[in-house]
T-cell receptor, first 116, second 110 residues
Framework: EAEVAQSPRYKITEKSQAVAFWCDPI?????LYWYRQILGQGPELLVQ????????DSQLPKDRFSAERLKGVDSTLKIQPAELGDSAMYLC??????????????FGPGTRLTVL | SQKIEQNSEALNIQEGKTATLTCNYT??????LQWYRQDPGRGPVFLLL?????KEKRKERLKVTFDTTLKQSLFHITASQPADSATYLC?????????FGAGTRLTVKP
């Protein structure tokens, strides 16, 4: 069964350092999402891509976060510089959603980030 | 402001009973609502989707209702099993605006 791949699974970094997360969605899924989930809370959408275009990045802290999906396939989320408050699980999800049809999201295993 | 509330952080029930989880929302008009299961340290897994014009959806031991007048969804697990123990998240979306609740942690005791 096809799965969303994420790497690394765990990342420990010091504040002010740069970190990057990678996501490979399920083949053929046009929509890709990056979420941040703080322990005890629900996932919070950071950015949504439709193919290579950003559909929604209103919750992305653009002074330090960036995301790209250059060829409309895999995606990278970067934080520079990392802050203590960035410690969280970063989840990637993909969906076969196209246009106005609504579909389930398939989540990857996440990257657990700890900022010291 | 928009708010999604899921009933109590934790719900403990006995095996075999029906678990009922609640998702209430305010200042929001979702086109549809989804329920996900999340195990510790893992990503959420999709369970059910219900549209605003649907009242009820079933899948095996799962049932979801959606009342847009009350602004509430109920998620039922019948004949619960210890393997159903997990956190359950509701998610609402309208026009690319996707929001999750904080989740309810369900524990089913043998």
């Amino acid at each position: 069964e096809a799965e969303v791949a994420q790497s690394p699974r765990y990342k420990i970094t010091e504040k002010s350092q740069a970190v990057a997360f990678w996501c490979d969605p399920i083949s053929g899924h046009a929509t890709l999402y990056w979420y941040r989930q703080i322990l005890g809370q629900g996932p919070e959408l950071l950015v949504q891509f439709q193919d290579e275009s950003v559909v929604d990045d209103s919750q992305l802290p653009k002074d330090r976060f960036s995301a790209e999906r250059l060829k409309g396939v895999d995606s990278t989320l970067k934080i520079q510089p990392a802050e203590l408050g960035d410690s969280a699980m970063y989840l990637c999800a993909s969906s076969p959603r196209d246009g106005n049809s609504y579909n389930e999201q398939f989540f990857g295993p996440g990257t657990r980030l700890t900022v010291l | 402001s928009q708010k999604i509330e899921q009933n109590s952080e934790a719900l403990n029930i006995q095996e075999g009973k029906t678990a009922t989880l609640t998702c209430n929302y305010t200042n929001y008009s979702p086109a549809y609502l989804q329920w996900y299961r999340q195990d510790p340290g893992r990503g959420p897994v999709f369970l059910l989707l219900i549209r605003e014009n649907e009242k009820e959806k079933r899948k095996e031991r799962l049932k979801v209702t959606f009342d847009t007048t009350l602004k509430q969804s109920l998620f039922h697990i019948t004949a619960s099993q210890p393997a159903d123990s997990a956190t359950y998240l509701c998610a609402l979306e309208n026009n690319n605006d996707m929001r999750f609740g904080a989740g309810t942690r369900l524990t089913v005791k043998p």
